[in-house]
Structure formats: C-alpha cells, structure tokens
C-alpha cells in the first residue's frame, strides 16, 4: 500500500500563531507558467540619486529637504494614513454613512490615530539590506530600539509596526533603501491573533511549566527536528540568540521567520551582543534570499513583538521577524495569492521542508560580490 | 469644533462575516505613485487561438485534447491542487517532517482531497465575461449550478469553491475566460469563519427573529441607507433578486459583493427567473468595473454559499459572490496589500462610499462597444 508522503501528497497544515490553515500542494511546481512575468530587480543602481526622494539631502516631493545624514535616518511619513490629532467618529458622524443603522452591529466603526515614520537604512542610494555591513545592519537595530522606544513612552499609542516592503512587486514605489513604522491608536487584527495564541498556550501549559511559551516551544521543537535529520529541518541558519527557518506553516513559497531562542519580548531589551547576532542573521538570510534567484529579492518584512513595552499583555510576546517574499520560481515568476487563497485558503506549490532545503543550500557571500 | 468626517479622518471599521477590522485612510489616495506599473490589458485577441490550452478542439499541455464545444464546457485540472484518490497521514508519515515532536499541537496536519476542474465560460478565446449576452452568461450559471449538484452528491467533498482569476494581475495564466472549481474533503478557513459568523448572527437575534440572518438584515439596511440619499449609499446596482455593493467593511479599492436579497444558501435553488437576474447583475457589475478605467478590469471572483448543498450548516448560509479587484488609480496602478497589511491589518486609500460612487456613475454600456 501507498504511504502518505509530504512531498507528493496535498495536506494542510495548521498555523498555531494566527489559528488558521494552509494548503499544500507540493506536486503543483510541476504546471507550466504561461502568466504574469515580473521585471528582475537587479540593475545597478548609483550611491546617490539626485531625484530621489530619500537620498541625504534632497527635497521631497512635498517641498521638506532631508538631512545630509551618514547612518540611518528617521523622518515623519509626508502621507501618512494615520495622524496624531484627528476627531472622535460620533453617533451622529456616523449616521451620515450609516443612517438610521448607525447603532446596528453591522456598522461598526472606531476613529483611528497615530503617526507614520519613515527609516532610511543608509544614505546610499543602492544598498540593500543583504550589501550592508554588520555594523550598519546593527545601527538599523539600534535605530528600531529607539524609535520602538519613544513611541512605547507616548499614551496615545497602542501599536507600533516596524516592517520594509522591499522591491516594486511589494508595492515599494522608491528603491533607496528603507523601512516603515506606523504607530496606531489601536492593536491591528494580525497582532491581535497571534498575541491570543500565545496567551492561550500560555495559560493551556501554565501548570506544567509557568514560563511556557508556543514559540519557545516550537523553536525547541525545530531544534530537535533539525538535530533528527536534514529531512526535517526547517532552519535555514541560526546564531546563539536567533533562528532564521520557514515554518512548519508557512504559506509564502519562501516565507521565513526570525525568533529569539530564548523568551524576549520585544527589541527594547536586546544588549549589545544580541543586537550583533541580530544583524548577523538578517544578513545570513537576506543574503540567501538573493543568492536564491541572484537578484535583489523582493518582500515585505515586519517585527513583531510587544504591542508597545508598556502594554498589558507584553509578557506574553516573543520577539519574532516575519519574512513574505512572493517569488516561486525564478527572479521574474511569482506565486499569486489570488482566487481559491482569497476566496477559501492560502495555497502553497511546494513544503516547507523543501524551501528551508534550497535556501540553506546557499552560499553566505552576496552574489555580487566581486571574488578576489 | 471639526467634525469628524468619513472622507478626511482614518477611521477602522469591522468586517462581521470574517471578524477582522481594516483601516481606512480616505486622504491617502493622494500621495505620489513611483512604483510598479501594470500592464493594461486592453488588446484585441483574436476569437480562436491555435496555440490557446482552453480553445475548443485544441490539444491541452498535457496532450489531452478539448471537445470541438459550443457553450460552456468543464474538465478536470491538468494540474490539480488536490485528487480524490491518496493516503491518510498518519503519526509515521508526520514524524519525518516533525521528528518526536509529531503529536505537539504545533504541528497539526490533515491529509486533504478533492477534486480540481476548469469551467471554460464560452469557446470564444476574447469574450469576458461583461462581453458575453445575457443568455450566455446563464449558461454559465446553470454550468455551476450543475458542478455543484454533482459535487454536492459526492459523500467525500465537504466544501466547493466556485471562483474566477481574471487578468494577468490576478496570477490568470490563460486569457481564455475561465473559471475553476476546488472542490475538498474539508471547509477552507475563510468560508468556516463567514459560517461561524452567520451562525452566532443567527443565534443571537433568532429569540426577537426566527429567521434572523446577517445577511438578509445587511441588504436590508443598506436599502435604507440608500434610501436616505447618495451620500450614504453603498449599492452599485440591484434587480428584483441581487444587489450588487461596496461591502461597508471592503478592503480592497473597488470590492464588490453580490448579495441575494432574499435568504438563498446556494445556486442550487435558482429558478430560472433568478438565474435571469443573477446573470443581469453580473453583466451590470463587470461592465460598469471594465468602464471605470476603460480596460479589461483584473480581479478574483468567488461564491460564497453552503458548502455542499447537504452540509449541516447549510441552512444558516447565504448565497453571495465577492469580487476582489486590485486596480485603484488607473488600469496600470494597482494597490498593494503587502507590509503593513500583512504584518498588522488590511488598509485602504478611499472609502467604501466613495468607490461605490464612483462605480455607480459608470454606464451600463460596455465601452468597448461600437456606438450605432
Ligand atoms: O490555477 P491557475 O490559474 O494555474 O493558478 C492561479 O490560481 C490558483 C488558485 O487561486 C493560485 O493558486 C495560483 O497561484 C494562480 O496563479
Ligand atoms: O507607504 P508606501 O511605501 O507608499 O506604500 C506601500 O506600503 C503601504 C504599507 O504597507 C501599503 O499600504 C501600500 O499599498 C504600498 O504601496
């Protein structure tokens, strides 16, 4: 008789940090692309653009000119979707798009504050995260810390997302590199599930062990899987404080995630040492990632971690990076999250297990580093 | 003191039939776009295609060749995301990708079958489906209609997902106008979350009203809405039996839903008049989405009913289609849902009010037509 193999055979598979599944159809690779073919992203770019928005110096493109800065550089988002001061929605502001509804449970709305950031990586204009060296990846950290840091210390602020989109095909519409921060009134949906799943582990698991965490525990679990056999490791490279691997979930092609291995609950608290292990594996893995297709590889990243250091349920939070890269096949053939992911559940062509295998096969020098 | 206003302050409004909230920031739209630009898909395409894998009479990339069909015409996936025929996962099977930790509650596995079918829409490679008559597109309706009754009777699928990819944008690798079918062993995550809602909905109004239901009660009060004037009206278009509207909570710029007007849980019991109306709609809808940036308008469409026609939750379903169109300023300029969407929470540039306004002022006259 037929063994069920995870290579062949589709299954879902269960994501423990948001409760929801994924599909696996690991044969489906084999179907002929005949769709959308992205533009490859590896044009050489100058060290200063004079029309760019975010180089060291320039006007943007609301008339406010940049520092001449040397490291990273933090600004305010000239279009931000959230503001500082804006009114309350009332009953009566409400009623003039819901009507005499207003009341009902199906119109419900909350007014939203915030503040929006922008966070330039590096005054030069074409080096991205993998091409920087470990100590500016570390003062990028440092520079998280402090921003994660003062908006923690502002009452108004609930939430702060720290993430990049990375490449036009994630809607990054300037290439000089840098990330985001938006700080809201409010704990978003996504965060709000995983730090449900981790108070709910923790309070299932509570009485065997009064420190258990589901992603303490699942970066043990890894580490034993890992230590049982190349077949199921799901770790593409790890350092004495973190882990970069795709998760056994995953629903990106090449989606990984970078976890502290031991209980953190937010950047504010990483010393010195854990700030150079950080750099050193967003390297390691941002390098893999372009090595892969040699080509600047497009994604969106975020942090998540403690809502704000002061929130109620911050002991519950363990730091982690997400990594959704959308490529499946080459530099310019994406996966689509579309129709059936939409409509019924995301879909995956291939397992996790084979993606950590493909991107731990490659090498840790950028491809565009010249050889000596 | 200023007033709060839907069109100028960021608000959050909240999804009841998923339980997610978006964010909506009416005053973004404005920002300056530099990044990606989609290719419009405005071509002319010739009525056969030789070289077409879904033209009648053509042979498939697999060697299989089509029927010489003149109508609708349905065959199974070349390249299926599921079968109907594969072994179960067992504990031994898990353990090679989990190791000891196989029966943790981090790695929960189903093994998933099912069946995959394309439904060509008509043998002419060019026509959409806001270019097909009336009549043709009741074809198609009674096409699903019969897939469904025929996977319905099928004790080993437990759900059907009848959905559309359309346009190159949306991950559509054959122009040819198509739609599929994933029918599986399990309900997908997105629909299970519509049915628990609709399911609490129920339960918790069925005291006051034994027929209560989320749905019918939001066509309800979206036809008062509209009845108070332009400015809080949602709806696009309507016939005796559908509605077509910006869903108050929509997440994508021009989402759309086509919601039955009365308490129907599947196509299944369309009559012929209502197959008429749905077909109307759906023509009115497409049509007035191909004029607002005069192009072949890319989205993913799916229908959200029970199940399985026997599904024991069937009766708390409603008959409805989601559109989920990606363009926001123009046939080339789409929005991302990436970042900031991914790590925390869906947001928007305009609001639901302002979409359906705009779509509303659409003509019903397909732009593509020659004018007499
Ligand atoms: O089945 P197709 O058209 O080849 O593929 C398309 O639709 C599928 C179902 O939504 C997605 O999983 C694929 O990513 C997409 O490219
Ligand atoms: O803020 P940017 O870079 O202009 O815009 C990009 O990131 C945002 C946050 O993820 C998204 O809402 C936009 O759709 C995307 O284009």
Redesign the interface.
Same mark, same amino acid.
């Given at each position: 008789?037929?063994?069920?193999?995870?290579a062949d055979?589709?299954?879902?598979?269960?994501n423990?940090l948001t409760g929801? %599944?994924v599909?696996c159809?690991p044969h489906?690779a084999?179907?002929? %692309?005949?769709? !959308?073919v992205e533009e490859a992203s590896s044009e050489q770019r100058p060290t200063y653009d004079p029309t760019c928005f975010l180089c060291p110096g320039n006007k943007r493109?609301t008339g406010a000119q940049n520092d001449c800065y040397t490291s990273t550089y933090v600004f305010p988002n000239? $279009?931000a979707?959230?503001?500082a001061e *804006?009114?309350?929605?009332?009953t009566e502001?409400l009623a003039?798009?819901?009507?005499?509804?207003a009341s009902?449970?199906? +119109?419900?709305?909350?007014?939203?504050?915030?503040q929006c950031s922008v966070v330039c990586f590096s005054p030069r204009h074409d080096a991205t995260l993998p091409e920087l060296s470990l100590g500016e990846i570390s003062q990028i950290i440092r520079t998280w810390q402090s921003v994660y840091g003062n908006l923690s210390a502002d009452p108004s602020i609930a $939430?702060i997302?720290l993430?990049?989109?990375k490449g036009?095909?994630?809607?990054?519409?300037?290439p000089h590199p840098h990330g !985001?921060v %938006?700080a809201?009134s409010?704990v978003?949906?996504?965060?709000a599930k995983e730090i449900e799943s981790l108070k709910a582990y923790h309070q299932a698991h509570a009485s065997t062990n009064p420190n258990a965490c589901?992603l303490c525990? $699942?970066v043990r679990?890894e580490e034993?899987?890992a230590a049982?056999g190349e !077949?199921?490791s799901r770790i593409v490279l790890q350092n004495e404080s973190f882990m970069a691997l795709v998760p056994?979930w995953a629903t990106w092609p090449f989606e990984t995630m970078i976890v502290a291995k031991r209980h953190v609950t937010s950047i504010a608290s990483l010393s010195e040492p854990r700030i150079a292990d950080l750099a050193e594996i967003t390297q390691g893995l941002t390098c893999r990632y372009d090595n892969l297709f040699q080509c600047s590889f497009p994604y969106?990243?975020?942090?998540?971690q403690a809502p704000t250091a002061a929130h109620p349920d911050a002991a519950y939070c363990h730091f982690h990076m997400?990594f $959704?890269p959308p490529l499946l096949r080459s530099a310019t053939v994406r996966k +689509?999250l579309?129709?059936?992911e939409?409509?019924?559940?995301? *879909?995956r062509d291939l397992?996790a297990?084979q993606a950590a295998s493909r991107l731990r096969a490659q090498s840790s020098i950028h491809y565009k580093k010249p050889s000596l």
């Amino acid at each position: 008789e037929e063994e069920f193999s995870f290579a062949d055979h589709s299954h879902r598979r269960f994501n423990p940090l948001t409760g929801s %599944w994924v599909l696996c159809s690991p044969h489906r690779a084999k179907r002929p %692309w005949l769709g !959308q073919v992205e533009e490859a992203s590896s044009e050489q770019r100058p060290t200063y653009d004079p029309t760019c928005f975010l180089c060291p110096g320039n006007k943007r493109a609301t008339g406010a000119q940049n520092d001449c800065y040397t490291s990273t550089y933090v600004f305010p988002n000239d $279009y931000a979707a959230v503001h500082a001061e *804006q009114p309350d929605c009332s009953t009566e502001s409400l009623a003039l798009v819901a009507g005499e509804n207003a009341s009902s449970d199906l +119109f419900r709305v909350e007014s939203t504050r915030g503040q929006c950031s922008v966070v330039c990586f590096s005054p030069r204009h074409d080096a991205t995260l993998p091409e920087l060296s470990l100590g500016e990846i570390s003062q990028i950290i440092r520079t998280w810390q402090s921003v994660y840091g003062n908006l923690s210390a502002d009452p108004s602020i609930a $939430y702060i997302q720290l993430f990049e989109n990375k490449g036009a095909a994630m809607g990054c519409s300037n290439p000089h590199p840098h990330g !985001q921060v %938006w700080a809201l009134s409010a704990v978003p949906s996504e965060p709000a599930k995983e730090i449900e799943s981790l108070k709910a582990y923790h309070q299932a698991h509570a009485s065997t062990n009064p420190n258990a965490c589901l992603l303490c525990a $699942y970066v043990r679990a890894e580490e034993e899987n890992a230590a049982a056999g190349e !077949q199921s490791s799901r770790i593409v490279l790890q350092n004495e404080s973190f882990m970069a691997l795709v998760p056994f979930w995953a629903t990106w092609p090449f989606e990984t995630m970078i976890v502290a291995k031991r209980h953190v609950t937010s950047i504010a608290s990483l010393s010195e040492p854990r700030i150079a292990d950080l750099a050193e594996i967003t390297q390691g893995l941002t390098c893999r990632y372009d090595n892969l297709f040699q080509c600047s590889f497009p994604y969106s990243m975020g942090l998540h971690q403690a809502p704000t250091a002061a929130h109620p349920d911050a002991a519950y939070c363990h730091f982690h990076m997400h990594f $959704y890269p959308p490529l499946l096949r080459s530099a310019t053939v994406r996966k +689509f999250l579309v129709g059936f992911e939409m409509m019924a559940e995301p *879909q995956r062509d291939l397992t996790a297990e084979q993606a950590a295998s493909r991107l731990r096969a490659q090498s840790s020098i950028h491809y565009k580093k010249p050889s000596l």
